[in-house]
């Protein structure tokens, strides 16, 4: 295991350089340069001023030197500074952002799985239900929404209407001066909405996905014969099926932890929320591209460990299986 997991880890680089290099050629072809955002709005621009914009920045050298500059730097863990009027170091402004997206996602994860991997076991258990058909008419809602759309609804309903539930930022006005459990239940009222947005699509595909592979196992033969002996509906379903059941799953979970941080982009733009995807889509509309290259640069690591964790966990909960 110890050799696997060594080769895996050293795969990893090639993989992690090849996602930076097709970034930020992408990021620097792409039309729109830095500087012509910052001027756009000011015609009086010389040209001159625009070059020396660019040669501040180090946009006015050859592709492949500025991206062995940012890699040199990269290796320091200095991530440049931003483009932005603050000047500040990108890694301190990711810093700042990334607990808040953090702490949504690990709720979000955490929701998917006490929801979804029940909802899954019971829909293959009693199948052709009435709470499976109910399932799956709740599966292709969740697939056939559009995430900006329900959140606008949601909004629309428990904030407006209802007067429930706050509808944007992580605080009230009055955050400052509340209590310990004041500020706990304020902040607890301005998450669920973006949890549930969040944890809305990972429910739908999780728990249709548990329901498939629970299916599977519980037409194996050693199923059968489990109930053959007698064993109780209960053990052979949670103690023999349910960890065959769990492997593929376990694997989309480690695949599904950068696309949690990536859907962060939407939702925390619509409810306001100052966490890595709204810093990562300002970052692009204003053509930051040291905070831009920042933040994919945590998306691919973040990757490659999805990808490391899931395939260690499918070894650890299956112990058919030997790596060699």
Known sequence: MATYILKRLFLMIPIFL??????????????????????MMQPKVSLEARARLNAIYGLDKPLPIQYFDWL?????????????????????????????TLFINILSLVLILVVAIPIGILSAVHRYSLFDKATTLFV???????????????MLVFGVHLDWLPISGLKSLNYEYLGFWGKTVDLGRHLI??????????????????????????????????????????VVIYKHALRNALLPVVTV?????????????????????????????????????????????????????GNLVADISYALVDPRIRVR
């Open 193 to 234: 909405l973006p949890v549930l947005l969040s944890a809305f699509g990972g429910l739908a595909g999780l728990s249709r996905y548990m329901r498939s592979n629970m299916l599977e196992v519980i037409r194996q033969d050693y199923i059968l014969t489990a109930r053959a002996k007698g064993l109780p509906e209960r």
């Open 140 to 154: 292709f809602i969740g697939f056939a929404t559009p995430t900006f759309w329900l959140a606008l609804l949601l």
């Open 253 to 305: 979970l480690g695949l599904s932890i950068p696309g949690l941080i990536g859907g962060s982009v939407i939702f925390e733009s619509i409810f306001a929320i100052p966490g890595m995807g709204q810093l990562f889509y300002g970052a692009v509309m204003a053509r930051d591209y040291p905070v831009v290259m920042g933040e994919l640069v945590i998306g691919a690591v973040l990757t490659l460990i």
């Open 72 to 100: 040199k730097r990269l290796v320091r863990f200095d991530f440049g500074r931003s483009f932005s009027s603050d000047n500040r170091p990108v890694q301190e402004k990711i810093m700042e952002r990334l607990p808040v």
């Open 18 to 39: 090849g996602i930076t290099v097709i970034s930020f050629a992408v990021l620097h072809l792409a039309p729109g340069a830095p500087t012509e955002m910052q001027t």
